[in-house]
């Protein structure tokens, strides 16, 4: 696999959205909702460097499963989310690649009367967009390549890198490597 951001890079880019993400709430409280599962090692790092008051929560999500690397489709399991009635909710999710995992997410907590909905992820991947949204908050803009690491999986591995990486063809067709 090749690195394409290394942990370095990965660690200044969450700091700097951070920063963006601090500026624009100015010490409001927020409510921040993580994509499960490929969000939680961004969530878990973005969430301590952020100065207002926060609540946490998560929502399952997905639309890739096992060894594919094609979208099917997308699964919502909101039943563990707070109340987001009348307050800034930002949703974090691992990467922004076609968009319609976060249209989606977006439009169901929507109906749940947040005062503000905005969204904030680790990855935008350029070339793949099919919807009209854009993430509010984003760290890189990478290739249209498929990564891994950072939370961001290939048939549930990987996840544990602190870099992001591209699998090369023959690793995808291989399932897993090591």
């Given amino acids: 696999m090749k690195i394409l951001l290394n942990r370095t ?11 963006e993400i601090n500026a624009f709430y100015n010490n409001k409280p927020l409510t921040i909702i993580g ?4 969000s ?17 929560g998560v929502v399952q999500a997905r639309s890739y499963r096992g060894e594919s690397t094609v979208r ?10 707070p109340d987001l009635k009348d307050r800034d909710v930002l949703v974090v999710d691992d990467i922004f690649d076609t968009g319609h995992t976060m249209a989606r997410l977006l439009k169901e907590m ?4 947040p005062k503000s909905l905005r969204s904030a992820v680790l990855l935008h991947k350029r ?15 990478i290739p249209d390549q498929f990564v891994v690491g950072y ?16 699998l090369e063809a023959d690793e995808i067709a291989a399932g897993r490597s090591t």
């Fill in 127 to 141: 070339g793949r967009q099919e919807t009209q949204e854009n993430p509010d908050h984003a760290a890189f803009e």
């Fill in 110 to 113: 929507q109906k749940l009367g």
């Fill in 40 to 56: 939680v090692v961004l969530m878990a790092d973005l969430i301590r460097v952020l100065n207002m008051p926060l609540r946490v």
């Fill in 151 to 166: 939370g961001l999986d290939y048939n549930d591995f990987y996840r544990n890198l602190p870099y992001i990486a591209a």
């Fill in 72 to 81: 099917s489709e997308l699964v919502i399991a909101s039943e563990s989310l």
């Fill in 9 to 19: 890079q990965v660690a200044e880019g969450v700091a700097r959205m951070a920063d």
């Fill in 35 to 38: 994509v499960l599962t490929g």
